[in-house]
């Protein structure tokens, strides 16, 4: 099982704090450096000293980091043009020698829009799944050949369809917990499916669905990687778990029941409940930034009983 580094900057972190933690998941061998893509907080926290922008920062993490793949989890849809964002990500995985995945959704947070002057859709799913189309499809054109798409939402005429992954293709990954169209739209376009934040059973459930969905489609159902994101807090003793526990605003016994929490022995029996249904990797949601003694814990008693 892969073991990634997921944060939520936009709760509270500079730059410099995203860039500590992600040289120090690079050097502890986590799979990967991820982060959400969100303008606004959530919650009692402040926020400060401010939002900062997914695929700025990670085009500085990129140069400041040699190894660990960097992600989104997940690129709002609202924020970018599909066309844009195929540029940025194509240029940052340029900058990182073939090291991005792009985790893309339709955008949820109506109240971070309105913060800053975004608009706000209504039909983002159906946007999202043009989106897909378009990032998908300009990176997958030849060059020397032109990409043209009439949708609903976007259209683009004879686009060079430039610039082009280093990786040839990026991995894209679809996440959520619809029953329907989520499962139908990561058959189509993912090559791995996320689900954020679910119990063990219905993420066999969901990992169902998108086999199913992708079998549907022709494709096989192992031709995708499947993944939970868990919000982790792990210690040594149980003083230690309450201490992060409190530092985040969470109750044990909550983190335990909907989380990875506890010793590293009861994160690593979690885990294999996660593998029993199918799931590959695990994105630890790690709040507490300032908190790296945790990262070299997890990395220490729980990677190597799960790798």
Same mark, same amino acid.
């Given at each position: 099982?892969?073991?990634?580094?997921?944060?939520?900057?936009?709760? =509270?972190?500079?730059?410099?704090? $995203?860039?500590?933690?992600?040289?120090?998941? !690079?050097?502890?061998? @986590? #799979?990967?450096? *991820?982060?959400?893509?969100?303008?606004?907080?959530?919650?009692?926290?402040?926020?400060l000293p401010g939002p900062t922008d997914a695929w700025i920062t990670l085009a500085g993490i990129a140069r400041e980091t040699s190894r660990i793949r960097l992600g989104t989890l997940m690129t709002a849809g609202t924020f970018r043009?599909?066309?844009?964002?195929?540029?940025?990500?194509?240029?940052?995985?340029?900058?990182?020698? =073939?090291?991005?995945?792009?985790? $893309?959704?339709?955008?949820?947070?109506?109240? !971070?829009?309105?913060? @800053? #002057?975004?608009? *706000?859709?209504?039909?983002?799913?159906?946007?999202?799944?043009?989106?897909?189309?378009?990032?998908?499809?300009?990176?997958?054109?030849?060059?020397?050949?032109?990409?043209?798409?009439?949708?609903?939402?976007?259209?683009?005429?004879?686009?060079?369809?430039?610039?082009?992954?280093?990786?040839?293709?990026?991995?894209?990954?679809?996440?959520?917990?619809?029953?329907?169209?989520?499962?139908?739209?990561?058959?189509?376009?993912?090559?791995?499916?996320?689900?954020?934040?679910?119990?063990?059973?219905?993420?066999?459930?969901?990992?169902?669905?998108?086999?199913?969905?992708?079998?549907?489609?022709?494709?096989?159902?192992?031709?995708?990687?499947?993944?939970?994101?868990?919000?982790?807090?792990?210690?040594?003793?149980?003083?230690?778990?309450?201490?992060?526990?409190?530092?985040?605003?969470?109750?044990?016994?909550?983190?335990?029941?909907?989380?990875?929490?506890?010793?590293?022995?009861?994160?690593?029996?979690?885990?294999?409940?996660?593998?029993?249904?199918?799931?590959?990797?695990?994105?630890?949601?790690?709040?507490?930034?300032?908190?790296?003694?945790?990262?070299?814990?997890?990395?220490?008693?729980?990677?190597?009983?799960?790798?």
């Amino acid at each position: 099982m892969d073991l990634r580094v997921f944060t939520e900057p936009q709760q =509270g972190a500079t730059y410099e704090t $995203l860039l500590r933690v992600a040289k120090a998941a !690079e050097e502890l061998h @986590y #799979g990967a450096f *991820f982060r959400s893509d969100h303008y606004l907080h959530m919650g009692s926290v402040d926020g400060l000293p401010g939002p900062t922008d997914a695929w700025i920062t990670l085009a500085g993490i990129a140069r400041e980091t040699s190894r660990i793949r960097l992600g989104t989890l997940m690129t709002a849809g609202t924020f970018r043009l599909p066309g844009v964002l195929a540029i940025q990500v194509a240029q940052v995985d340029q900058m990182s020698s =073939g090291r991005v995945e792009l985790g $893309l959704g339709s955008g949820w947070y109506e109240e !971070e829009h309105k913060a @800053y #002057g975004i608009p *706000f859709p209504k039909e983002k799913f159906a946007r999202l799944e043009e989106q897909l189309a378009v990032v998908t499809g300009l990176w997958s054109t030849p060059v020397g050949q032109r990409f043209t798409f009439d949708g609903k939402y976007y259209q683009l005429q004879d686009s060079p369809a430039l610039p082009k992954p280093v990786q040839g293709k990026v991995p894209v990954l679809i996440g959520g917990h619809g029953a329907k169209r989520t499962p139908a739209l990561a058959a189509q376009y993912a090559d791995e499916f996320n689900i954020p934040f679910a119990s063990v059973e219905d993420s066999q459930r969901q990992f169902g669905r998108v086999r199913s969905a992708a079998e549907e489609r022709g494709r096989k159902g192992d031709a995708l990687v499947y993944s939970n994101a868990l919000v982790a807090c792990v210690g040594k003793t149980d003083a230690d778990v309450k201490r992060r526990a409190g530092v985040i605003g969470r109750e044990v016994d909550e983190l335990k029941l909907n989380g990875l929490a506890g010793s590293p022995a009861e994160v690593v029996e979690k885990l294999e409940q996660y593998k029993a249904v199918g799931s590959q990797r695990v994105y630890l949601q790690i709040l507490d930034l300032d908190d790296l003694d945790q990262l070299e814990l997890i990395a220490a008693e729980v990677m190597p009983h799960v790798a």
